[in-house]
């Protein structure tokens, strides 16, 4: 395909990724005001940790999440793993799920409510449906003899780690042009379409899935590192050598996800998705290129010297 001097190629891949889950523990603790407070020694590297564990929490407690206060990146804290392998919502979040449901059941049965008629609300807790017989939370907690009332959990793969394999799946969309004179190269838009498990916030969810898109471009057309033959050292090792996409070098990009929620990947049914987003889409990119130019450039960054 072609408009004028520019090369037209549509491409797709498809992806896949590893929905791991590690141990993991967390503590969930409420005040005599009503006030939730959450630890989990995690950390937050910009995916939205800190937001969908207050929600996970104030969900299994029973709260707003305008109570819920969550603390991590303490080695203090109830220890989590690495934020690593696209795990931490599913090891992590299982974790604060099980806390928040065990400080729940603790409450109850110093309560005498059941778990599923209890409300927790104006400093008190009530039989779901009644307008008398509120449990104050100020004697609840003052009948344990701390300022507080705590639940924790410890959480890990069982047997349905072994009985089951566990992946994300993903499929990725591009459109590329390239000049056909210089072999200048740019994405104009790609769709991305994932299976991932629970999707426990939709905006921290998709800005990862867009942000591991925009990677999978960087890893397509610009990222390389330069090792000089004889020293064995990397050469470009700073952001001046070593290329990354600007918003210049990204077009439209849409994603959508799969309604899903896998049980016997995590209590609370969700997978990873930081690296989903990347899997495939420099294939896909690759394919463009080689639907719009006819030819096949099998090592990346595919760059323009490659393709004239």
Same mark, same amino acid.
């Given at each position: 395909?072609? +408009?004028?001097?520019?090369?037209?190629?549509?491409?797709?891949?498809?992806?896949?990724y590893?929905?791991?889950?590690?141990?993991?523990?967390?503590?969930?603790?409420?005040?005599?005001?009503?006030?939730?407070?959450? +630890?989990?020694?995690? *950390?937050?590297?910009?995916?939205?940790?800190?937001?969908?564990?207050?929600?996970?929490?104030?969900d299994?407690v029973?709260?707003?999440?305008?109570?819920?206060?969550?603390?991590?990146?303490?080695?203090?804290?109830?220890?989590?793993?690495?934020?690593g392998?696209?795990?931490?919502?599913?090891?992590?979040?299982?974790?604060?799920?099980?806390?928040?449901?065990?400080l729940? %059941?603790?409450?109850?049965?110093?309560?005498?409510?059941?778990?599923? %008629?209890?409300i927790?609300? &104006?400093?008190?807790?009530?039989r779901?449906?009644?307008k008398?017989?509120?449990?104050?939370?100020?004697?609840?907690?003052?009948?344990g003899? *701390?300022?507080?009332i %705590?639940? *924790?959990?410890?959480?890990?793969?069982?047997?349905?780690?072994?009985?089951?394999?566990?992946?994300?799946?993903g499929?990725?969309?591009? /459109?590329?042009?390239?000049?056909?004179?210089?072999?200048?190269?740019?994405?104009?838009?790609?769709?991305?379409?994932?299976?991932?498990?629970?999707?426990?916030?939709a905006?921290t969810?998709?800005?990862?899935f867009?942000?591991?898109?925009i990677?999978?471009?960087?890893?397509?057309?610009? +990222?390389?590192?330069?090792?000089?033959?004889?020293?064995?050292?990397?050469?470009? &090792?700073?952001?001046?050598?070593?290329?990354?996409?600007?918003?210049?070098?990204?077009?439209?990009?849409?994603?959508?996800w799969?309604?899903? /929620?896998?049980? &016997?990947?995590?209590?609370?049914?969700?997978?990873?998705?930081? /690296?989903?987003?990347?899997?495939?889409?420099?294939?896909?990119?690759?394919?463009?290129?080689?639907?719009?130019?006819?030819?096949?450039?099998r %090592?990346l960054?595919?760059?323009?010297?490659?393709?004239?």
């Amino acid at each position: 395909m072609r +408009e004028k001097n520019t090369l037209i190629g549509w491409g797709m891949a498809t992806s896949v990724y590893p929905a791991r889950r590690s141990p993991a523990a967390a503590l969930a603790r409420i005040d005599a005001d009503g006030t939730v407070l959450v +630890e989990a020694g995690s *950390q937050d590297l910009g995916g939205g940790t800190y937001t969908i564990m207050t929600q996970i929490a104030a969900d299994a407690v029973g709260v707003p999440v305008t109570k819920v206060s969550f603390r991590l990146g303490d080695t203090r804290y109830p220890e989590t793993p690495v934020s690593g392998g696209s795990q931490t919502a599913a090891t992590t979040g299982s974790a604060v799920y099980l806390a928040g449901k065990a400080l729940r %059941e603790k409450l109850s049965a110093m309560s005498g409510i059941a778990v599923d %008629e209890m409300i927790i609300d &104006n400093g008190g807790i009530s039989r779901r449906g009644s307008k008398t017989g509120a449990v104050s939370l100020r004697e609840l907690v003052a009948k344990g003899g *701390q300022p507080y009332i %705590e639940g *924790q959990a410890s959480t890990k793969p069982g047997e349905e780690a072994k009985k089951y394999s566990g992946f994300s799946f993903g499929a990725q969309f591009a /459109e590329v042009h390239v000049d056909a004179d210089l072999g200048q190269i740019y994405v104009a838009r790609m769709t991305g379409v994932f299976g991932a498990g629970k999707i426990l916030n939709a905006k921290t969810a998709r800005s990862q899935f867009i942000g591991g898109m925009i990677w999978g471009i960087s890893m397509a057309l610009h +990222e390389i590192t330069a090792y000089d033959p004889r020293l064995v050292r990397v050469v470009n &090792n700073n952001l001046a050598e070593y290329h990354v996409p600007t918003n210049a070098d990204v077009g439209d990009i849409d994603v959508a996800w799969i309604e899903e /929620e896998d049980l &016997n990947v995590s209590p609370i049914g969700a997978k990873g998705i930081g /690296e989903i987003g990347i899997t495939g889409s420099a294939a896909a990119v690759a394919n463009a290129i080689y639907h719009a130019t006819g030819k096949r450039v099998r %090592e990346l960054p595919i760059t323009p010297d490659k393709l004239i």
